[in-house]
């Protein structure tokens, strides 16, 4: 799996759009880029995936360069409930049989 | 559709005793899978169950093992407590061959273990 690294923490305000950039130099030709949030006492949660260029979903957007060497995650007009934890993953779920490796995370604090 | 339960919530042992965690798998997934973390730190890996067998380990010692059953319900077990193994254990579930996205796993609330 492709090693990633991503800012260790985040403060942002109520509204304002914020993006996380996770850098995976190492990234292979058959890895994907997925994103988990985590809540305090809860589990993570999956929230979004992309191969190249840009996905969108209800909860965020993904940006993908062409060379795939990072990833930005964007959050648009936070909320107080946006504050977790995120974390980029990156690898070909095929070939490491679907088991998720976690890095350190990026702790995002929504402030009022 | 019943999302991946875990059970107990929280525990407290004592170094040296036994503890077994239990987790339901969401409706229609196959494959479950275990993982430790620490305070502070992202989940790391403890190991797999797919069609009851292990499906992969990570880097924790033969004192962490498991089960799965016919029904995809599955049970870690922790041998010889020591005071590092306290942590949130998080069980989650997903479907092989992927349905959908690869590494999307449905995660449990997790269980808080306390050793003293």
């Known amino acids: 799996l492709a090693k990633t690294t991503q800012p260790i923490s985040m403060d942002s305000y109520e509204g304002q759009e914020v993006n996380i950039t996770c850098s995976h130099n190492?990234?292979?030709?058959?890895?994907?880029i997925t994103w988990y949030q985590q809540f305090p006492s809860q589990g993570p949660r999956f929230i979004i995936q992309?191969?190249?260029t840009k996905v969108t979903n209800e909860v965020a957007s993904l940006f993908i360069p062409a060379d795939r060497k990072s990833s930005t995650l964007s959050l648009p007009r936070v909320s107080l409930s946006d504050t977790a934890v995120y974390y980029c993953?990156?690898?070909?779920?095929?070939?490491?049989?679907?088991?998720?490796?976690f890095g350190g995370g990026t702790r995002v604090l929504v402030k009022p | 559709e019943t999302g991946v339960t875990q059970s107990p919530t929280h525990l407290i042992k004592t170094r040296g005793q036994q503890v077994t965690l239990r987790c339901s798998s969401q409706?229609?997934?196959?494959?479950v899978s275990w993982y430790q973390q620490a305070l502070g730190q992202g989940p790391q890996f403890i190991f797999q169950?797919?069609?009851?067998?292990?499906?992969g380990r990570g880097n924790f010692p033969p004192r962490f093992s498991g089960l799965q059953f016919p029904n995809y319900s599955s049970e870690l077990n922790v041998n010889a407590l020591e005071l590092d193994d306290s942590a949130l254990y998080l069980c989650?579930?997903?479907?092989?061959?992927?349905?959908?996205?690869?590494?999307?796993?449905?995660f449990g609330p997790g269980t808080r273990l306390t050793v003293t």
């Open positions: 190492n990234i292979a030709t058959n890895d994907y």
């Open positions: 993953l990156v690898g070909d779920g095929e070939a490491a049989g679907n088991k998720l490796t």
């Open positions: 409706s229609g997934h196959n494959t």
């Open positions: 169950y797919y069609r009851e067998e292990e499906n």
């Open positions: 989650a579930s997903s479907s092989y061959p992927p349905s959908g996205r690869y590494y999307e796993q449905y």
């Open positions: 992309g191969y190249k």
